[in-house]
């Protein structure tokens, strides 16, 4: 059985990402897949700006911060992540941003989804996530999960996605859970 990290790509105290998270969660366990789904907030490792001596891919998976130690456990002992990205100026948030440059060889080699939300649909936010992913040796899957501000959330708080992203959801959740299997092989 494989672990899916569904990680969480915002932190201010008013965000709906969590909802996202929560709701892709809940499709995911109702799929009946040979996987296990949790979510990872990134609010609950509360990082400081980036800026330690070594760059992760030279520290051995040993931090300076114990924050930083946890976050590295955690994402190593999952196989694959489906992000949930809000789009701020056209790209990911910085504090997910932050997030994933923290560690570094505990990304490489699994698989991982994108569910973007925003104004139009997230695309550049997850156009800029696949090549920040792809940087860390993790392989992206298509589709993407895409939902709109407009008409999957009510008056822009709350989430309540249209049934016509299901089909989607359902790729991008069964693609990531296969492909976390076969990466699992090479790691």
Do not use: C
């Not at 990402?17 to 969660?25: F, G, H, I, M, Y």
């Not at 994402?75 to 923290?102: H, R, W």
């Not at 299901?166 to 990466?183: C, Q, R």
Request: aromatic share 10%; glycine share 6%; hydrophobic share 40%.
């Amino acid at each position: 059985m494989v672990k899916i990290g569904i990680i969480t790509g915002s932190t201010r105290p008013a965000r709906v990402n969590l909802q996202v998270a929560e709701w892709v969660k809940d499709f995911a366990e109702k799929m009946d897949l040979d996987a296990q789904f949790e979510i990872v907030d990134i609010k609950e490792y509360d990082f400081p700006m980036f800026n330690e001596d070594v760059p992760p891919a030279m520290a051995n998976k040993e931090y300076s911060q114990d924050t930083v130690n946890a976050w590295s456990q955690k994402i190593d002992e999952l196989d694959g992540f489906i992000f949930i990205t809000p789009e701020y100026n056209k790209s990911i948030t910085s504090s997910l941003k932050n997030a994933i440059d923290y560690i570094g060889p505990e990304w490489g080699n699994k698989a991982a989804g994108i569910v973007g939300y925003g104004s139009t649909l997230a695309v550049a936010a997850t156009l800029s996530l696949r090549q920040i992913l792809g940087n860390l040796n993790i392989a992206t899957v298509t589709p993407f999960g895409a939902f709109s501000l407009f008409t999957d959330f009510e008056n822009m708080t709350t989430f309540k996605p249209a049934e016509i992203h299901n089909a989607t959801m359902e790729n991008v959740i069964t693609t990531t859970v296969n492909w976390s299997k076969g990466l699992k092989t090479i790691r």
